[in-house]
């Protein structure tokens, strides 16, 4: 930006402003009294009071005073009256010290006026404030120009804002000088604060919303250790719809939940909280992991076509050592044997919840005392610069030498990956350890079983082999005579309307007595009331009435399961 076109000394251009508007009131009155005559303005002489006219480009001069039907070009105006016009603040330093050139009258009604000639430091204290001499050195060394954006100006009860803009130039006789443009971007400022203060509003919904939706404390089953937590996404992110959830079964096995529903905000955490919902009424029924998956993938084309989730529903059963489990398009659980050694359950694994069209299947893996699992979002393993498969061989490297409680090992987990408040997706992870008993636990956590072989006779055995066990546990005499009746009525039910094989489990943990019978019959028993005059039909109203709980569910293999519950005594 040069400025040596210009005749007139950028330090006089006030003055220059002032003579100029002079001389036009006395000429408008000199026009008011006679009428003009025509006349050259190249041979034009100066009248009194009039400033030397400034020279335009290619030669031609431009009369300060002169006044003219037909408006005046940009080449005509000079330096001072361009800028006197800009409604923005603007102020021309030159020199190493940036004395004070030229300052416009926006800029001395936002800030006050200015002694032209004094150096920054002294006549510019808001700028010194904002620190913009430092940047107008660096401007005038490198002729490039610097912009600084929304600096606070405090004036009066309500703060201003304005962008700078320095600008290099260059001064007659190779004196170089900065330009400073000041833009008032108050009201955007505070429209953007508004701005962010709804999204924090919204978002701080959304994450109460979803935080009301999930688990408020999880249940603790008899035979895992169980810990979750779950992590909204960085301040500037929408929460997402991952949840997890934790759910006893009865019989000491306990359903393993997590999903996550694809996009953001209270849209997602609402059909996130329908689903949850869905999933625990579903396990109610006890049915295998693979069939809860279908009913859901039916239940979230309902809820929101547009919306699909991923899923993962296991199943954990002490008395068979395994967990359970099928997937709806979501990550492999990770399971790590008591030696530390890690692998995935990755098979079988089907599409996402609300796709539609395929039909889900159930896996196994073992899963014994010492075992542990993780169960995760992929806010916890995904990165946008590295592959997934990348994200969950970090996570298998940390899991096999995580130990500890469940929760030390969510912490863990978390600080392995990287982990932080700012982290800019939710996530959830849930955690699951099965207890090794050994010394005293293991007389707390016992098991007991008979194959019922044979007709009639199996009833006695059974009486029999369930009144010694019993027994040998050292159960209060109530408690063993209950459990005695449960497994006499159990059996004799699975004998009337149940086939081989048939067999008989007895399971103590800390805190209940299970009985349960199981047969190669898969219809389910029903709780139903008998007449007075039925000789049958009353075992399952016997074993709802005496027991703190029953159930029934059909086994993998073809067949029944029927159980039912004990608290134990404190």
Known sequence: MNFTRWSARLPGSQRRTAAVRAARRSAEQA???????????????????????????????????????????????TVGELLGQVPAPVVIVRGRDHRVSYVNEAYAHAFGPRDPGAPAADALPELVELGLVPLMDQVQRSGKPRTVKARRIDDGDRPRFFTFTCTPIELEASDRGVLVFAADVTDQVESAERLRASEARQRAAAVTLQRSLLPQELE???????????????????????????ITLGAGRTALVIGDVMGRGVRAAAVMGQLRTAVRAYARLDLPPHEILQLLDGLAAEIDASQIATCVYAVHDPSEGSLTYASAGHLPILVREPDGTVHRAEEPTGPPLGTGGWLHTSGSIPFGEGAGAVFYTDGLVERRDADIDEGVARLEHAFSGATGT??????????????????????????????????????????????????????????????????????????HDLGVLAASELVANSLQHGTPPMRLRLRRTDRRLIVEVTDGDDHLPRRRRADTADEAGRGISIIATIGSSWGSRRTPGGGKAVWCEFALPD
């Open 31 to 77: 026009l008011s009294a006679a009428p003009a005559t025509p006349q050259d303005p190249s041979t034009a002489t100066p009248s009194a009071g009039e400033v030397p006219a400034a020279r335009g480009e290619g030669g031609r001069a431009v009369q300060g005073g002169s006044t003219s039907a037909s408006p005046r070009s940009v080449d005509e105006l």
């Open 220 to 246: 603790h089953p008899d035979d895992l250790r169980v810990a979750a937590t779950y992590q909204p996404g960085g301040t500037e992110a929408a929460v997402g719809g991952d949840w997890y959830d934790v």
């Open 406 to 479: 469940p929760e030390v090992v969510c912490d863990r987990l978390q600080r392995a990956l990287g982990i932080t408040a700012e982290h800019d997706d939710d996530l959830a992870i849930l955690v699951i350890h099965q207890p090794d008993h050994a010394g005293p636990d293991a007389d707390l956590f016992r098991n007991a079983a008979l194959d019922l072989l044979g007709g009639t006779e199996a009833a006695p055995r059974a009486r029999a082999f369930a009144s010694g066990v019993l027994a040998s546990w050292r159960f209060p005499r109530e408690l």
